[in-house]
C-alpha cells in the first residue's frame, strides 16, 4: 500500500517558469511532510518541510502548501532555473509516533534553458 | 556535502554472501535511519536507531540486520543475499527523532 504517492513520473518546465510538483497522501496520521531534492549518484538533500499545523511555508525560491482536507501537498519552484534539474521526493511522517520517514515514488523535474 | 558519510561506495558480490554497509552521522546527530532504493522505486525505510537503541522498523527482511554503536556509527548487516537486493542503500542522520533528515551519498550494492 503506497501511503505517499507521487503521480507524475516526469515533469518538464521552461527556465524562469514555475514548476509545481504534487504528492497525495492517504494516512491521516502523518503531521509532518518534507521535500527532498536528488542529483544523480548523489543522497537526497533536504529541501523544505512542513508542518500539519500550517498550510503553507515558503524559502526562498520555494514554497510548500498543504491541503489537509484533500490530503495533497504540493511544491512551487519560482523561478525554475536549469540546475533545479533533478528528482524530487515528498516524505510524510507521523511524528506522534515512529519518525519513519515514507517516500514517494518521486519526480522527474527537467528545467529547459 | 551533507556531513553523512558512508563506506563503501560500491559493493558487487555473489549471491549467498554477506556484506556490512557502514554510516557516520553528522556530528551531534543521534538518530540514524537506513533505506533502501531500488531501480525506479522510491526510498524504503528499513530500520531507525537513536543512541544505539532500535527505535523503529520498516520493511526490513529477516536476512538483514543493523547495529548503532556507541560512537554513533552505524552498520547494516545483509546475509544470504539474493539478485534482489541489488539496490542503492541510503544511511540519514538528525538529531533527534522528527527533525529533518541528512542524507549520506549511498552504497551501491550490485548482487551477481
Known amino acids: 500500500d503506497q501511503q505517499v504517492k507521487q503521480n507524475s513520473p516526469s515533469l518538464s518546465v521552461q527556465e524562469g517558469r514555475i514548476s509545481i510538483l504534487n504528492c497525495d497522501y492517504t494516512?491521516?496520521?502523518?503531521?509532518?511532510f518534507l521535500w527532498y531534492k536528488k542529483y544523480p549518484a548523489e543522497g537526497p538533500t533536504f529541501l523544505i518541510s512542513i508542518s500539519s499545523i500550517k498550510d503553507k511555508n515558503e524559502d526562498g525560491r520555494f514554497t510548500v502548501f498543504l491541503n489537509k482536507s484533500a490530503k495533497h501537498l504540493s511544491l512551487h519552484i519560482v523561478p525554475s532555473q536549469p540546475g533545479d534539474s533533478a528528482v524530487y521526493f515528498c516524505?510524510?511522517?507521523?511524528?506522534?509516533?515512529?519518525?519513519?520517514?515514507?517516500f514517494g515514488t518521486g519526480t522527474r523535474l527537467k528545467v529547459l534553458a | 556535502d551533507s556531513g553523512v558519510t558512508q563506506t563503501p561506495k560500491h559493493l558487487i558480490t555473489a549471491t549467498g554472501q554477506r556484506v556490512t554497509l557502514r554510516c557516520s552521522p553528522r556530528?551531534?546527530?543521534?538518530?540514524v535511519y537506513w533505506y533502501q532504493q531500488s531501480l525506479d522505486q522510491g526510498l524504503q525505510f528499513l530500520i531507525q536507531?537513536?543512541?544505539?537503541?532500535?527505535?523503529a522498523k520498516g520493511n526490513i527482511l529477516e536476512r538483514f540486520s543493523a547495529q548503532q554503536f556507541p560512537d554513533l556509527h552505524s552498520e547494516l548487516n545483509l546475509s544470504s543475499l539474493e539478485l534482489g537486493d541489488s539496490a542503492l542503500y541510503f544511511c540519514a542522520s538528525s538529531v533527534a527523532g522528527g527533525n529533518e533528515q541528512y542524507f549520506g551519498p549511498g552504497t551501491r550494492l550490485t548482487v551477481t
Open positions: 494516512n491521516s496520521m502523518f503531521d509532518y
Open positions: 556530528s551531534g546527530d543521534l538518530s
Open positions: 536507531y537513536y543512541n544505539g537503541e532500535e527505535r
Open positions: 516524505a510524510a511522517s507521523d511524528r506522534s509516533g515512529t519518525y519513519k520517514y515514507i
